[in-house]
């Protein structure tokens, strides 16, 4: 058994998952609230990397930032985390509040009309070329070199930072939905809006808000995609958006610890499947997919989901 | 109701027969002569955005540079470039080929850039009898015989499999190669050959696989063995080389890198990695000097040049001159600039070499060359 390449996977497996958790988490959030699926959730992360990306070169880009380095990281993740939040209130408003009460195809189909939407805005304003963080160079490449290298333990300080923001951001929703009267309300409205109407909650400010948060944490998702593997494109919130919503799925939908969970799996899956199984990286997405239709035939409302009861 | 039956069924009848015809008459468009006394239509195509679009932009520029100077000095015909962004899309490439045809008084093509962007054009230029050159597309097959209207300034990846494993068994002494392809039709045939010949040396290869959409490689980083000697990157991203450079490096791995032609690029600056390409560096050659420095008048001071886009030049010089050729008379057919195109014979060119094809659209005596990346930029080793 060699431990170092096994250890090595587990960590970048975490890694990946943390990201794909934080996309997971505005999927779950959104589906729990309004029972929307909302595919321009992926797109959304996107302009988050994209946010990131521009004040990264505002503030003199990777090699020569103008700023302190911790000052700019979190800068780009407030920027980012702004950005799209303000961009998921407007989605909301503008794309989804109209058909509320209309049939529930009619939001899918808007959802999917947002996310083309956004795509192509961002092919026409940043155009189709990869842009790089060149994160590598950020500290004289600190941010790689350094961080934990004892034994087969080797995880650089850019993915300590990665994983434990993720850590953080998830830690603060869960506080914030468990314990808050912002977080009552939101599962107030989930469980019941017309109920929580009539007890005197605002439901549209409920949804609002929770758009905000869930785009933010694609937002910071985003930010952390371009930290740790520098390229970002137009497209690249197809890709992640599926991944995050299968995570969602896996861990079941509507649940916050089943969404980090599935994401963590998610990031697992591919990182182990990379590193073991015959053409793994070739066929990676088979695998995470496989898992995706596995774990449904087993556990159809996924692996922390609660089945849905119907008054007969 | 067996009445409607048939007038539905004649209606769809005529309605094919109309859309035959139509198609027909766009491809028709080759046989038919255009005037083309004082001015001529050629178009250009490459991936000018996109993942490859820091390639595209010098490949775009040199490509029509020549046409530029050509009008600049009033010489006639005058030549006009339609354009089309590729966006390194083959679904893209088939749109603007199919736009190409249609237009009548286009007599040839410049592009695309890479191997499946020719793949995605051939049978719409093939059919339409429209010749069209590429300055980099180097898969083998390209010019099997089956593609009698493309033309390439690039060696073939053949030649390119041969140097670059002679190079990692002569020079670096490589006993354990890891190849990775990004599973493109350029990477994958390539990185077949490079394989054999490798194995065919007695070196230990292990091979993997990316996709090109793909934004993480650090599990496939952690697979390859701690004593691997060169890593060889047969893909045509130079961001996805620069991030496995930079991922092997965040996981203590130092080993060196050797990346096919699409190395030569901004995107990728890992010192001491290696990319062979099909051009040598231009700037070292005294007789390119004014060109040089008048591309950098017309694009800038900062406008890109590496090794494709003097290839790119000659592309548009063949082409410019193939058309004047052919419009001597002042009407010009499809047929006639591919059969112009065919007669190139350029005594020497930028890249201090003669140009001419042969039957395949190879050009003769093409081959590759050998560069590492050092501190100041890279350096041609062979």
Redesign the interface.
Known sequence: MDWYKLVQLLVNGVTLGSIYALIALGFTMVYGTLKLLNFAHGDVFMVGAFIGYFVLQWLGGSAAPTVNIVFLIVLMFVAAMLGCGILGVFIERFAYRPLRNAPRIAPLISALGVAFLLQNSALLIFGAQYRSYDSFDLAGGDLVVRGIHTGPLNVSLIRLITVGSALVLMVLLTLLVKRSRLGKAMRATAYDGEAASMMGIDIDRVIAITFFIGSALAGAAGVMIGLLFSNIYHFMGFYAGLKGFTAAVVGGIGSIPGAVLGGLLIGLGEALAAGYLPQGSTFQDFWVFSLLIVMLLIRPNGLLGKPQLKKV | MRKLIVIGTLALAAAIVGSLSTSAAQGGATASAVSCKSEATIGYFGPN???A??IGEELRNWTVFYARQWNKQGKRPRINIVEGDT??DPKEVATIAQQFVANKNLLAVLGPGASQEVLAAKPIFKRAGMSYIAASATRTSLTDGTNPTFFRIAAPDGIQALSSSRYMIDKLKAKDVVIIDD?SSYSVPLADEVQRLLKKAKVNVKR????Q?Q??F???I??IPNGTDVVYLPIQ?A??M??IG?QL????KRITLFSSDAGYSN?FKITGSYFSTFGPDVRTFRTARSTVSAYFKEFGKKAPLTTFGPLGYITGIATVQAVARACKDGKATRAEVLAQMRKTNLKTSIIGQPVRFNWRGDRIGARFFTFQITKTGPRTVR
């Open positions: 955005t996109g993942p679009a820091s966006q390194f599973q993997t696989s990316i996709t959409k934004f993480d650090s599990s496939v952690t697979d991203l961001t996805q620069q991030l930079n490096r965040e996981q203590g995107d």
